[in-house]
């Protein structure tokens, strides 16, 4: 069974703060790596991919992806209240299935 | 440009009621795929589709789940007879090459 694993949370940082969300994933030959996030209430939108090794910058966000360790994070730095929410990590496994395999998020809350 | 486009937002019916959720996938995208998300089992994909043509439905629960695709402009997903076990937000996704995923707002459905 491929799996992707999130800590649930929920995660509470004071506001400026860095928050460091983790995923795991089983599926050594996956190659495509997603960070949702979804407000309360609303659907997932896509804030980051990432497909080799290493780190990934996005204004605030930072993506590391870890193939060896089969480890992908999500920095984000200066949190504000508005990053409140649940970050979704998302693996495309390998092989002719190729379909997103999804963690069940990490709940966030930035406290001003 | 408009989004995914899911309709009706909410549906409140009665154990052993057909239900029809229905999706308008952005103009130009080729994959549709169907999502239902629980606390308990996050998002779970059902069916997607491929240039109208349905690739994997290897997620749909059982046959009172059927999904269509007659053309590339909508989709609809059907469960008939309904039970409360269904009770979820159903979401609609589109994307093009299959990366990021393009998600309307949800149907949330209760199946008293």
């Known amino acids: 069974q491929k799996e992707v694993e999130q800590n649930s949370g929920p995660l509470s940082v004071p506001e400026g703060a860095i928050a460091s969300l983790n995923c795991t994933y089983s599926d050594r030959g996956s190659q495509s790596f997603f960070w949702y996030r979804q407000y309360s209430g609303k659907s997932p939108e896509l804030i980051m991919s990432i497909y080799s090794n290493g780190d990934k910058e996005d204004g605030r966000f930072t993506a590391q992806l870890n193939k060896a360790s089969q480890y992908v994070s999500l920095l984000i730095r200066d949190s504000q209240p508005s990053d409140s929410a649940t970050y979704l990590c998302?693996?495309?496994?390998?092989?002719?299935?190729?379909?997103?395999?999804w963690g069940l998020g990490t709940s966030l809350a930035v406290n001003p | 440009d408009a989004g995914v486009i899911q309709s009706p937002r909410h549906e409140v019916t009665e154990m052993g009621q057909e239900v029809t959720l229905r999706c308008k996938p952005i103009?130009?995208?080729?994959?549709l795929f169907w999502y239902r998300q629980t606390m308990m089992r996050g998002l779970e994909l059902l069916i997607y589709f491929n240039n109208n043509v349905p690739i994997d439905d290897s997620g749909m629960p059982e046959d009172r789940f059927s999904a269509k695709m007659p053309n590339a402009s909508f989709s609809t997903l059907k469960i008939q007879p309904s039970e409360p076990r269904d009770s979820a937000v159903y979401f609609c996704?589109?994307?093009?090459?299959?990366?990021?995923?393009?998600f309307g707002e949800g149907s949330r459905l209760t199946v008293l």
């Open positions: 998302a693996v495309l496994n390998a092989g002719n299935n190729r379909k997103l395999i």
């Open positions: 996704a589109s994307s093009t090459g299959g990366r990021e995923l393009f």
């Open positions: 103009s130009g995208h080729n994959s």
